[in-house]
C-alpha cells in the first residue's frame, strides 16, 4: 500500500515513475526477469516462424531421442523436437497468463474502483460478496467449473480470471478509498473538474501503483494454475499444448526419457521466476517507503 | 473471544449457503445426467435409477431436501460407488489427507522458520541470500514437477526411498510429505524473515540487547513471538491451499486420499460426490481461517484488545 502523501512531493522533478525506473535498474535480478520476459514474448510471437520443426511433425521411427544436434532439447516418443512442442506449449501458457490477468484486471479495477468511489451502503454490500467468495474453496471450483462445463480455452480464462479478481478489488477499493478522501481531490472537486476528469487525471494514476504490482504477481499464480488443472487432465487439451500439459507427458515417461519432463519443467519454473523477481522488483521500486538503504 | 468465534461461525453460515446453493446449481446446469454416459440403458431402469436419486423431483425440491439432508451431515449416496455414501468416501480420505497435511505442515513450518529467522539474523549477507534464494526456487517450483524429480532421484535413481504408494512400505510418506511441503516452507521463510526483520529493529529489542541478553534468547524469547504473528495468519489459509495441493501429490504417488478421491470424482462426474467434497472443503477452510484469526489474537496482545474493544 502506497501512502499517497509521498506522491505529491515532486519537487526535485522526478516523478514516481522516473524513480521507479531508476530503482528497477539498480535491481539486477528484477531486470533479469524482465529481459527473460521480453525474450520469451518475443519467442512465442515468432514461433510460427521461427520453430525448428513443424508442430505436428512426427517421426515415429526415430521415436524419443535425448539432447542432439539436430534436435537440441530432444524429441518425444512420437519423435516430435522438443524445442518445437515447448516453443508452442509456451504460446498457451503465457496467453493464459496475460489473458487470465487481463480478466482478471478488468473486474476487478472495476469493482474496487466503483466500491471505493461510491462508498457506503453500496460499497459495504460489495465488499461483503467478496468476502464471501473469498471463503469459497477456488481450486474446487475452477476444476467444477471445466468438469460441468467442459474444457476450452476460452472458459478457463474465464474461470481463472473469475477467481483472480478479488484481491485486486480490494487493493483497488483501498487505494481509492483513501484517495477520495485526500486534500487534491478535494481541491479539484472544489475548482469545479468534472468527477471523470478528477478519476482519470487523480484517482486512476494514484492507483496504477500497486495495480501493476499485483498484476505482475497474479500472471505467475495464473500460469501455475493453469499448469496444475492441465496437469491433472482438466486443463488445456491436446493437440494443444502447454507446458503443465507437457510435464504432465513428461511425468508418464521420466524413467526413460527423463528430459521430457526436465525441459517443459525447466521452461516452466524460469517464467514464473522472471515473473515474481520482477514483481518483487516492482514492489520495491513502485513503493516509496522503501527507500533503498 | 468466544464471543467473536461465536461471531465468525454465525458469519459462516450464509457463505456455506452460498457454497452450497452455487456448487448444487452448478452441478445441476451440468449437460447431461450423471447416468447418460453408461450406454444405452432401458427407460424404465434410468426412471428406477433417477427415483432412487430423487432426480425426477422439481429443481426446487430436490435443493430444499439436499440442503435439509446436509444439515443434518448427510451428504447422500454416491453416484459412482453404488451403496456407498459420500460421507464414508469422505471418511475414508479425510485421516489420510489429514496425515499428509500434518507431515507437510511440519515440514513447512520447521525448515520455513528456521531458513527466515536465520535469514534476518544477518539481512543483505550470504547467509541472508542463500536461504532466500532456495524460497524463491520453492515457490516457483510447482509441486507437479517437484514431486516426479524428487521421485527421479530419490526413488528411481538413488533408490533411497519408495516411489509411491502409502501406509505400505516405511518410508512411503516422506517424499510426499515433502513435495506438498516444499511450497509453504518457501513462503514461510519469507514471511517470517520479514516479521522477524520489522520486529528486530524495535526499542524493546534493543532494550533487551542493552540488558545484555544473548542472541539465543533475544531471539526466542523476545523477538520470535512478535516476527512469527504474519506466520500465523498464512497458516489458515496454507491448509486451505494444502487441500489443493494435496490434489496433485496424492494423484503423483497414488495416495488415497480426500484430493484423488475428489479428482476421480471430477472425472467421473461423479455429482453427489463432487458436491458433498465441496461443501466439505469449504467448510474446512472456513473453520481454518478462523482458528488461525483466533491464533493470531491469543499470539498478538495488540489484536487481543481491538476485540475486547470490539466485542
Same mark, same amino acid.
Given at each position: 500500500?502506497?501512502?499517497?502523501?509521498?506522491?505529491?512531493?515532486?519537487?526535485?522533478?522526478?516523478?514516481?515513475?522516473?524513480?521507479?525506473? %531508476?530503482?528497477? &535498474?539498480?535491481? &539486477?535480478?528484477?531486470? %533479469?526477469?524482465?529481459?527473460?520476459?521480453?525474450?520469451?514474448?518475443?519467442?512465442?510471437?515468432?514461433?510460427?516462424?521461427?520453430?525448428?520443426?513443424?508442430?505436428?511433425?512426427?517421426?515415429?521411427?526415430?521415436?524419443?531421442?535425448?539432447?542432439?544436434?539436430?534436435?537440441?532439447?530432444?524429441?518425444?516418443?512420437?519423435?516430435?523436437?522438443?524445442?518445437?512442442?515447448?516453443?508452442?506449449?509456451?504460446?498457451?501458457?503465457?496467453?493464459?497468463?496475460?489473458?487470465?490477468?487481463?480478466?482478471?484486471?478488468?473486474?476487478?479495477?472495476?469493482?474496487?474502483? +466503483?466500491?471505493?468511489?461510491?462508498?457506503?451502503?453500496?460499497?459495504?454490500?460489495?465488499?461483503?460478496?467478496?468476502? %464471501?467468495?473469498?471463503?469459497?474453496?477456488?481450486?474446487?471450483?475452477?476444476?467444477?467449473?471445466?468438469?460441468?462445463?467442459? &474444457?476450452?480455452?476460452?472458459?478457463?480464462?474465464?474461470?481463472?480470471?473469475?477467481?483472480?479478481?478479488?484481491?485486486?478489488?480490494?487493493? +483497488?477499493?483501498? $487505494?481509492?478509498?483513501?484517495?477520495?478522501?485526500?486534500?487534491?481531490?478535494?481541491?479539484?472537486?472544489?475548482?469545479?473538474?468534472? $468527477?471523470?476528469?478528477?478519476?482519470?487525471?487523480?484517482?486512476?494514476?494514484?492507483?496504477?501503483?500497486?495495480?501493476?504490482?499485483?498484476?505482475?504477481?497474479?500472471?505467475?499464480?495464473?500460469?501455475?494454475? /493453469?499448469?496444475?488443472?492441465?496437469?491433472?487432465?482438466?486443463?488445456?487439451?491436446?493437440?494443444?499444448?502447454?507446458?503443465?500439459?507437457?510435464?504432465?507427458?513428461?511425468? /508418464?515417461?521420466? /524413467? /526413460?526419457?527423463?528430459?521430457?519432463?526436465?525441459?517443459?519443467?525447466?521452461?516452466?519454473?524460469?517464467?514464473?521466476?522472471?515473473?515474481?523477481?520482477?514483481?518483487?522488483?516492482?514492489?520495491?521500486?513502485?513503493?516509496?517507503?522503501?527507500?533503498?538503504? | 473471544?468466544?464471543?467473536?468465534?461465536?461471531?465468525?461461525?454465525?458469519?459462516?453460515?450464509?457463505?456455506?449457503?452460498?457454497?452450497?446453493?452455487?456448487?448444487?446449481?452448478?452441478?445441476?446446469?451440468?449437460?447431461?445426467?450423471?447416468?447418460?454416459?453408461?450406454?444405452?440403458?432401458?427407460?424404465?431402469? @434410468?426412471?428406477?435409477?433417477?427415483? =432412487?436419486?430423487?432426480?425426477?423431483?422439481?429443481? *426446487?425440491? =430436490?435443493?430444499?431436501?439436499?440442503?435439509?439432508?446436509?444439515? =443434518?451431515?448427510?451428504?447422500?449416496?454416491?453416484?459412482?460407488?453404488?451403496?456407498?455414501?459420500?460421507?464414508?468416501?469422505?471418511?475414508?480420505?479425510?485421516?489420510?489427507?489429514?496425515?499428509?497435511?500434518?507431515?507437510?505442515?511440519?515440514?513447512?513450518?520447521?525448515?520455513?522458520?528456521?531458513?527466515?529467522?536465520?535469514?534476518?539474523?544477518?539481512?543483505?549477507?550470504?547467509?541472508?541470500?542463500?536461504?532466500?534464494?532456495?524460497?524463491?526456487?520453492?515457490?516457483?517450483?510447482?509441486?507437479?514437477?517437484?514431486?516426479? @524429480?524428487?521421485? @527421479?532421484?530419490?526413488?528411481?535413481?538413488?533408490? *533411497?526411498?519408495?516411489?509411491?504408494?502409502?501406509?505400505?512400505?516405511?518410508?512411503?510418506?516422506?517424499?510426499?510429505?515433502?513435495?506438498?511441503?516444499?511450497?509453504?516452507?518457501?513462503?514461510?521463510?519469507?514471511?517470517?524473515?520479514?516479521?522477524? @526483520?520489522?520486529?528486530?529493529?524495535?526499542?524493546?529489542?534493543?532494550?533487551?540487547?542493552?540488558?545484555?541478553?544473548?542472541?539465543?534468547?533475544?531471539?526466542?524469547?523476545?523477538?520470535?513471538?512478535?516476527?512469527?504473528?504474519?506466520?500465523?495468519?498464512?497458516?489458515?489459509?496454507?491448509?486451505?491451499?494444502?487441500?489443493?495441493?494435496?490434489?496433485?501429490?496424492?494423484?503423483?504417488?497414488?495416495?488415497?486420499?480426500?484430493?484423488?478421491?475428489?479428482? =476421480?470424482?471430477?472425472?467421473?462426474?461423479?455429482?453427489?460426490?463432487?458436491?458433498?467434497?465441496?461443501?466439505?472443503?469449504?467448510?474446512?477452510?472456513?473453520?481454518?481461517?478462523?482458528?488461525?484469526?483466533?491464533?493470531?489474537? *491469543?499470539?498478538?496482545?495488540?489484536?487481543?484488545?481491538?476485540?475486547?474493544?470490539?466485542?
Amino acid at each position: 500500500m502506497i501512502p499517497n502523501d509521498t506522491h505529491i512531493q515532486s519537487d526535485k522533478g522526478t516523478s514516481l515513475w522516473e524513480d521507479a525506473w %531508476i530503482k528497477l &535498474r539498480k535491481n &539486477r535480478l528484477a531486470l %533479469i526477469g524482465l529481459s527473460l520476459l521480453i525474450f520469451l514474448c518475443i519467442m512465442s510471437l515468432l514461433t510460427p516462424w521461427i520453430a525448428p520443426y513443424g508442430y505436428e511433425e512426427q517421426d515415429l521411427l526415430m521415436g524419443a531421442t535425448p539432447p542432439s544436434a539436430q534436435h537440441w532439447l530432444g524429441t518425444d516418443i512420437f519423435g516430435r523436437d522438443m524445442l518445437t512442442r515447448i516453443m508452442w506449449g509456451g504460446r498457451v501458457s503465457l496467453m493464459v497468463g496475460f489473458i487470465a490477468t487481463a480478466v482478471a484486471l478488468a473486474i476487478g479495477v472495476i469493482y474496487g474502483a +466503483v466500491a471505493g468511489y461510491v462508498g457506503g451502503r453500496v460499497d459495504a454490500a460489495m465488499m461483503r460478496l467478496v468476502d %464471501i467468495l473469498y471463503a469459497l474453496p477456488f481450486m474446487i471450483f475452477i476444476i467444477l467449473l471445466m468438469v460441468v462445463f467442459g &474444457r476450452n480455452l476460452l472458459l478457463l480464462f474465464f474461470a481463472i480470471g473469475a477467481v483472480e479478481w478479488l484481491t485486486m478489488a480490494r487493493i +483497488v477499493r483501498g $487505494q481509492v478509498m483513501s484517495l477520495r478522501k485526500q486534500e487534491f481531490v478535494e481541491a479539484a472537486h472544489s475548482l469545479g473538474l468534472s $468527477q471523470w476528469i478528477i478519476i482519470r487525471r487523480h484517482i486512476i494514476p494514484n492507483t496504477l501503483g500497486p495495480v501493476i504490482v499485483y498484476t505482475t504477481l497474479t500472471i505467475p499464480s495464473v500460469m501455475l494454475l /493453469e499448469a496444475f488443472l492441465s496437469f491433472l487432465g482438466l486443463g488445456i487439451q491436446p493437440p494443444q499444448s502447454s507446458w503443465g500439459l507437457l510435464i504432465n507427458y513428461g511425468v /508418464e515417461t521420466m /524413467e /526413460e526419457y527423463p528430459w521430457l519432463l526436465i525441459f517443459p519443467g525447466i521452461a516452466l519454473s524460469l517464467t514464473l521466476f522472471a515473473l515474481n523477481f520482477l514483481g518483487d522488483g516492482l514492489r520495491d521500486a513502485l513503493d516509496p517507503r522503501t527507500s533503498k538503504d | 473471544m468466544f464471543k467473536f468465534a461465536l461471531g465468525r461461525l454465525l458469519q459462516a453460515v450464509p457463505v456455506l449457503l452460498v457454497v452450497i446453493t452455487m456448487t448444487f446449481m452448478l452441478v445441476h446446469s451440468a449437460p447431461g445426467g450423471p447416468f447418460s454416459a453408461d450406454k444405452a440403458v432401458p427407460a424404465e431402469v @434410468l426412471e428406477a435409477l433417477e427415483a =432412487q436419486y430423487n432426480l425426477n423431483q422439481p429443481l *426446487w425440491q =430436490q435443493y430444499f431436501s439436499y440442503l435439509g439432508d446436509v444439515v =443434518q451431515g448427510d451428504m447422500g449416496p454416491s453416484f459412482k460407488y453404488p451403496g456407498r455414501s459420500v460421507n464414508e468416501l469422505i471418511l475414508s480420505g479425510l485421516g489420510t489427507t489429514a496425515e499428509l497435511g500434518l507431515y507437510a505442515m511440519l515440514v513447512a513450518i520447521f525448515i520455513g522458520i528456521i531458513a527466515g529467522v536465520t535469514a534476518s539474523m544477518r539481512p543483505n549477507t550470504i547467509q541472508d541470500y542463500v536461504p532466500m534464494t532456495a524460497a524463491m526456487i520453492g515457490i516457483c517450483m510447482p509441486s507437479f514437477l517437484l514431486g516426479p @524429480l524428487l521421485v @527421479l532421484v530419490f526413488g528411481i535413481h538413488l533408490e *533411497w526411498l519408495p516411489v509411491s504408494g502409502w501406509d505400505q512400505i516405511p518410508g512411503d510418506k516422506v517424499l510426499p510429505a515433502i513435495t506438498l511441503g516444499t511450497g509453504y516452507a518457501a513462503y514461510i521463510a519469507r514471511l517470517s524473515r520479514g516479521g522477524m @526483520l520489522e520486529v528486530l529493529s524495535q526499542d524493546y529489542i534493543r532494550t533487551a540487547r542493552a540488558k545484555g541478553l544473548s542472541e539465543f534468547l533475544i531471539i526466542g524469547k523476545h523477538a520470535l513471538r512478535g516476527g512469527l504473528i504474519p506466520v500465523v495468519a498464512f497458516l489458515g489459509p496454507a491448509f486451505a491451499g494444502l487441500l489443493g495441493g494435496s490434489f496433485v501429490v496424492e494423484t503423483i504417488f497414488q495416495i488415497p486420499g480426500l484430493g484423488r478421491f475428489y479428482v =476421480q470424482a471430477a472425472f467421473n462426474r461423479d455429482y453427489t460426490m463432487i458436491l458433498g467434497t465441496t461443501v466439505f472443503f469449504a467448510t474446512l477452510i472456513i473453520l481454518f481461517n478462523l482458528l488461525s484469526d483466533m491464533l493470531a489474537i *491469543w499470539i498478538n496482545p495488540k489484536l487481543r484488545q481491538q476485540v475486547r474493544g470490539n466485542a
